[in-house]
């Protein structure tokens, strides 16, 4: 099994680029079914999860052509084959349940495996379902499949109970060719939401809201080709700024859109760090001020990101004091804690709540990843551990972060993969 080994080489310092968002390029991918002529996605990351929607998408007969050295992907849904999502890729990758909509609209019935729960929570699809049933589907329960079907969708008024980032974006492309309109209330704003919203719109969909909490869609009868070029990923922008408050370093992120972070940058600041806005980047400095305790709360976008929690836990564990967390959107989103705590962290939770104890010597340990952005962490808190910590089961960080480890080593990190 492949791991990374970790050591302490002090403060990182230097110009990292940020790659393009895995959570809009997913949704941009599943949303092409929507259109029977060639599109072109510009700044896709060479990652897991988009393998693995590229194999999805072939297996439902659309052309795909990846060229992943330029971060170019063309992708031709002239003639949608099936309505059924492979099982087998869908458990491989829950996201795959962003092709539901789409095939929804395009083929009339939309057949997904059920997604079951993950390790960071139960994650069910009620909401998407809710929205498609609003717009006149007939949703069917199999053993270990869901199908959604209509002769024909019709626009309406859907609110949804929380604002559900894929029961958004899933309710959006099953409703562009909604006869009339659909208004969709409470929706999530996150900024991948917007950048799915401009591709539809760029498409030929009439879509007006997106990144507001309600969303307009007037159907349309068809979409044309287009290109577009995905965001560039908030999150692992965010895994950059705390690895160079974490070792107390200097780094500048290039490729960022700073307003897309800002939850991360406020929560930076009221540590001690230095966050600059400059013409290149985002420069975030460790190295100015000491840096001390603070408190945060997941909340949905604006609020400060779940995606982020666990990284900036393993920063709170570098500063003297003590800090809280409270984790408001999934339920079951602190398996790092003993991860953390077996590399020397002092850290208690009860149901939602996790208070971190800041300041004690991390340790290199084996520590294991158990979802994407637990293992981002446990490798943050190797950046600053005495010692080589290893950490394993990292299929899970390479689902969600290109060229890591080239990344860090061009900013000074000491990390190595072994197969
Ligand atoms: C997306 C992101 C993920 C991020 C999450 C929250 C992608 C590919 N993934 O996941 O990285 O952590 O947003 O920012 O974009 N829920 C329901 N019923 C539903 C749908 C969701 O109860 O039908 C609950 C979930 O269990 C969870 C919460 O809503 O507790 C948030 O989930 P959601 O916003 O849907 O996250 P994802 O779209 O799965």
Known sequence: MAKFLVENKGPLRGEVSISGAKNSVLPIMAATLLCNEECIIQDV?????????CQILESLGVKVDADFSNNRLS??????????????????????????????ARKGSAVVALPGGCAIGARPIDLHLKGFEALGAE?????????????KLKGNRIYLDYPSVGATENIITAAVFAEGTTIIENVAEEPEIVDLANYLNKMGAKIKGAGTDTIKIEG????????????????????????AAITRGDVLIKNVVPDHVRPVIAKLTECGCVVEDTIDGLRVRGDVNPLVATDIKTLPYPGFPTDMQSQFMALLTTVEGQSTVIETVFENRYMHISELNRMGADITHDGRSAIINGGAPLHGS??????????AALVLAGLVASGTTEVTEIYHIERGYTE??????????EIRKED
């Open 220 to 243: 349309v009868e068809r979409l044309h080709g287009t290109t577009h070029t995905v965001i560039p990923d908030r999150i692992e922008t965010g895994t950059f700024m705390v690895a």
């Open 45 to 53: 990351p060479a990652l897991r999860d988009v393998e693995v929607m």
């Open 75 to 104: 992708l031709n849904a002239t003639e949608i084959l099936h309505n059924e999502t492979p099982p087998e890729l869908a458990k491989r990758m829950r996201a795959s349940i962003l092709t539901m909509g789409p095939i929804l």
């Open 139 to 151: 949703i069917i329960f199999g053993e270990h499949h869901v199908e959604a079907r209509a002769e």
């Open 404 to 413: 890591f480890v080239d990344k860090l080593r061009g900013i000074g990190a």
């Open 366 to 375: 084996s520590v294991m990843s158990t979802d994407l952005r637990a293992g």
